[in-house]
């Protein structure tokens, strides 16, 4: 049962990047538009596709229409699409066709990207374990679907949503959890493909091949395409169709041409804020190759319609588009000061900058010293054979284009974030780029550089594959149904146990208020709740709630009935909580000891600790 | 003497160009080799603590 919905959720992701398909490959044929190239142009389409409803399902969101308008919106891609249909099946024959042609290595390397594609978007279909998404990539979404289009002041990185979340939002609209985690692992496919065409660009099949294969056995990518549950992977395959579309820019003067680019960028800027830096990035490149103001203007439009709506939204709530980061100009009065340093802290926006170390960034090779992880190891290819591509392949717009969206993303990351895992959106670029620096070197190089060469690739491609097979292989085994869901998440999600718990306290209480919980990861709570860490609480400000009286009028407001410790308060907050147990107001009803992760997850170190729910007496 | 080409009308001495081309190519070549093992090495020399601290209850466990 569990692999029949594992094949239907894959199979529906599938139908849905058809259908973006159809809608794209009809808006492209009113524009006139036509890139000749059947692989690129089919990636162009999709890309154009999923923008447009990304922006579409915003207006749905807002308009509270979401159960009924998804629906309709698919059926109306479909439609519009239908009389696409001969010719996009005519590009898919000949795409297959060209594949089924190729040379014995090029089959094998067709085989082993499909290969790693199904387990990758096998391990997908997992339940959701995902950190940040059970805190907020689902979270938010979730909580929109049960309250309605609204700030959630109580989950500050809920402002942090995107256009991408639309997606996330649409598969649970749908009823469908692994739907919403099949739409997230789309892009890393359909990025792939965007490496391999861009790369295809300078070297042979077989090396573009190769580029497709690193980018998706990438430890990061492996991550972000399986059991993450975030969105990044969409700014990846929208950035690599930008590279390819915006090198056309010189040879075709066509508005229109200048309107797609500008809307591929919106759609990465509406992503996510880091998002407006690869915007940037693409501009600059587009403005270098067009040479027109004109054509800049019309590309800039068509980046703000396709991707201003998260920055408009947070605008009305709260006067910042950037919510919270510019608040401490725009709004002043209405800072939670520990939670905006939290928030800079978590990402890495009050990091420290050196030219020594931002030169790193483009390079893929800026690591945390102090606290290094594997969400930044995105192996040495880019470090190794980025630069033996600026100085060995011709400078081609491609080249120019690349380049300048590499470099301007990586070194606009470090500037503004510190992170090095937020440049993910121009890995597929910096890849086809490294591989091709890798190909010149092979081609004119002797046997000693030759077998170097072979043996970098060979051996972060083999310690990929491993660790992909022994990273992803307990959320395969739940996906095909070898482990039950109900032990998967107790193993695998943090805060699970202690979510369930709550659940079955306060199944049937619904109606009677909310429960303030500090832990983090929310998902999987069925209970109204509101979020109250400190650290990432908006409306927990620990300045305005420093007495028993200001904690009661909060109840009162947010319809606090129980209140979770798990075990302990947050620091800032712990004194007028425990003076109001001592005084009765907070009266302990449930306790159990549950477990969880103490420290990272994939170290496996787990602890116990005592839930409490208590009351809140009026 | 060259009859044709863009060295056309000027005068070489070809083995030895040759030897000279021969020698620049391999110098470039040693550097980038060099390079290819150094950036590599500083590379994971970054993530050695990394992995040895996921590794090595890995490898204790194993053993066990």
């Known amino acids: 049962m569990a692999l029949i919905a594992t094949l239907a959720a894959l199979g529906a992701a599938g139908l849905f990047c058809f259908l973006s398909i159809l809608a794209g490959h009809r808006l492209f044929r009113w524009c006139a538009l036509d890139f000749g190239n059947d692989t690129e142009h089919l990636l162009y389409c999709a890309a154009l596709g999923v923008v447009l409803f990304e922006a579409a399902v915003f207006f749905l969101e807002a308009a509270g229409a979401l159960r009924v308008g998804i629906p309709l919106l698919l059926v109306a891609s479909a439609v519009a ?3 696409e249909l001969p010719l996009v099946y005519r590009r898919l024959a000949l795409l297959v066709r060209r594949i089924l042609s190729g040379t014995r290595g090029q ?3 067709f085989a082993a990207i499909l290969a790693v594609l199904l387990f990758e978007g096998i391990a997908a279909m997992a339940p959701l374990t995902g950190s940040d998404a ?4 689902f979270a938010a979404p979730s909580q929109v679907l049960q309250a309605g289009f609204h700030p959630d002041f109580f989950i500050t990185s809920s402002f942090l949503t995107g256009q991408g979340h639309l997606l996330i939002l649409t598969g649970l609209v749908l009823g469908s959890e692994k739907l919403a985690m099949g739409l997230l692992y789309l892009p890393g496919l359909l990025a792939a493909t965007g490496a391999a065409c861009l790369a295809r660009r300078w070297v042979s099949r077989e090396w573009a091949l190769l580029a497709a294969l690193a980018f998706l056995l990438n430890p990061v990518v492996f991550w972000q395409i399986s059991t993450a549950g975030v969105p990044d992977l969409w700014m990846a395959f929208f950035a690599v169709a930008a590279v ?4 056309r820019a010189r040879a075709d003067c066509s508005p229109a041409l200048a309107a797609a680019c500008g809307i591929l960028a919106g759609g990465i800027a509406g992503t996510k804020y880091v ?6 990035a693409i501009l600059l490149a587009f403005a270098w190759e067009s040479r027109s103001l004109k054509r800049s203007a019309v590309f800039l439009s068509g980046a703000l319609v396709a991707g201003i709506w998260p920055y408009a939204r947070n605008f009305v ?6 919510f919270p980061f510019a608040s401490r100009w725009l709004a002043p009065s209405r800072v939670n000061g520990q939670a905006l340093a939290s928030m800079l802290a978590s990402t890495g926006a009050s990091g420290q900058r050196s030219i020594a170390h931002l030169w790193r960034f483009p390079f893929f090779a800026a690591v945390d010293r102090a606290n ?19 100085a060995l392949i011709p400078r081609t717009a491609y080249w120019r284009v690349a380049v300048i969206i590499t470099l301007g993303g990586g070194l606009g990351i470090g500037l503004t974030s510190g992170m090095v895992r937020f440049a993910l959106p121009v890995l597929p670029i910096a890849l086809a780029a490294a591989f091709a620096g890798a190909a010149a070197v092979t081609a004119e190089g002797g046997r000693i550089a030759r077998g170097l060469v072979a043996v970098t690739i060979a051996g972060f491609l083999l310690f990929s594959a491993g660790a992909l097979a022994v990273y992803a292989r307990p959320a395969v085994a739940a996906a095909v149904g070898l482990t039950s869901r109900e032990d998967y998440l107790q193993q695998r999600a943090p805060d699970y146990a202690v ?7 306060l199944a049937g209480k619904e109606n009677e208020g909310n429960a303030l919980v500090f832990f983090r990861h929310v998902y999987y709570l069925k209970v109204p709740y509101l979020y109250g860490n400190t650290e990432d609480s908006w409306a927990v400000d620990p300045t305005r709630l420093a007495t028993p009286e200001a904690w009661r009028e909060f109840f009162r407001q947010n319809r606090i009935r129980w209140v979770v410790r798990s075990p302990q308060y947050p620091k800032e907050i712990t004194e007028p909580l425990e003076q109001l147990e001592r005084n009765g107001e907070l009266t302990p009803i449930a306790r159990k000891d549950v477990t969880t992760f103490q420290g990272m997850r994939i170290l496996g170190i787990r602890k116990t600790l005592t839930a409490i729910i208590c009351q809140v007496n009026d | 003497m060259q009859s044709s080409g863009p060295l056309a009308g000027k005068c070489y001495n070809l083995p030895g160009l040759r030897e000279k081309m021969f020698r620049r190519i391999k110098l470039l070549e040693l550097l980038a080799c060099l390079w290819i093992i150094g950036a590599q090495t500083w590379y994971y020399a970054q993530f050695a603590e990394l992995f040895r601290s996921v590794l090595q209850p890995i490898l204790r466990g194993l053993w066990r």
């Open chain 1, 134 to 137: 059970m805190h907020y990539h």
């Open chain 1, 499 to 505: 979510s369930k718990f709550v659940n079955r306290i």
């Open chain 1, 81 to 83: 699409g239908i009389w």
């Open chain 1, 244 to 247: 390819l579309l915006t090198a």
């Open chain 1, 372 to 390: 290094p992880g594997f969400w930044e190891l995105f192996g040495p290819f880019c470090l190794v054979f980025f630069p033996l591509f600026l």
């Open chain 1, 275 to 280: 998002g407006c830096i690869f915007a940037a």
């Open chain 1, 107 to 109: 089959k094998l390397l």
């Open chain 1, 317 to 322: 709530w709260t006067g910042d588009p950037v």
